[in-house]
């Protein structure tokens, strides 16, 4: 497809279906303006993918994405939250500046994206060892996996962990 029957053919897609999509985020949200934010999202993830399934199946292909980018908005809401909770509990003195939990919180988002890139039992094994302190044999008891499995998706874990820092 060429580019200008591309960019008709985004335009048509956006005029016919972009109301649709953003009532139905409306719905789900509860919230105008985040509805608002997430159809234009959506919007422009299918702009930079540009893919043909888009044309055949324009709503079931945008309610597919828009449901994706509902869900990281919401665990982004959780993870806020979580972190603002954890920071009012903290006296005054030893409490961040707001340069430092921005910085803080963008660190937790980027985590939370690493993890959630694992495979779900490379991931549980991870936390067990990393945030429970549980010991191999113990992740493997607990899991119902072999010691070498356990080592295994650990050696996932940090290996997703140093690609990260590279």
């Given at each position: 497809?060429?580019?200008?029957?591309?960019?008709?053919?985004?335009?048509?897609?956006?005029?016919?279906?972009?109301?649709?999509?953003?009532?139905?985020?409306?719905?789900?949200?509860?919230?105008?303006?985040?509805?608002?934010d997430l159809a234009q999202d959506t919007f422009?993830?299918?702009?930079?993918?540009?893919?043909?399934?888009?044309?055949?199946?324009?709503?079931?292909?945008?309610?597919?994405?828009?449901?994706?980018?509902?869900?990281?908005?919401?665990?982004?809401?959780?993870?806020?939250?979580?972190?603002?909770?954890?920071?009012?509990?903290?006296?005054?003195?030893?409490?961040?500046?707001?340069?430092?939990?921005?910085?803080?919180?963008?660190?937790?988002?980027?985590?939370?994206?690493?993890?959630?890139?694992?495979?779900?039992?490379?991931?549980?094994?991870?936390?067990?060892?990393?945030?429970?302190?549980?010991?191999?044999?113990?992740?493997?008891?607990?899991?119902?996996?072999?010691?070498?499995?356990?080592?295994?998706?650990?050696?996932?874990?940090?290996?997703?962990?140093?690609?990260?820092?590279?």
């Open positions: 497809m060429s580019s200008a029957a591309s960019a008709d053919a985004i335009g048509t897609l956006y005029r016919d279906h972009h109301g649709w999509l953003q009532s139905w985020l409306r719905r789900k949200l509860g919230c105008s303006h985040q509805a608002a422009l993830r299918l702009i930079t993918a540009r893919r043909q399934e888009a044309f055949r199946t324009p709503r079931a292909y945008l309610r597919t994405v828009a449901h994706g980018l509902m869900v990281d908005h919401f665990r982004r809401r959780e993870l806020e939250q979580a972190y603002l909770d954890a920071l009012a509990a903290m006296p005054e003195p030893l409490a961040p500046s707001p340069e430092e939990r921005l910085a803080i919180f963008e660190t937790l988002l980027h985590i939370d994206g690493l993890l959630d890139a694992l495979p779900e039992t490379t991931r549980r094994v991870f936390l067990l060892s990393q945030l429970d302190g549980l010991t191999y044999a113990a992740i493997g008891e607990q899991l119902s996996l072999s010691l070498r499995t356990v080592k295994r998706h650990m050696h996932a874990g940090f290996a997703q962990c140093l690609a990260a820092l590279l």
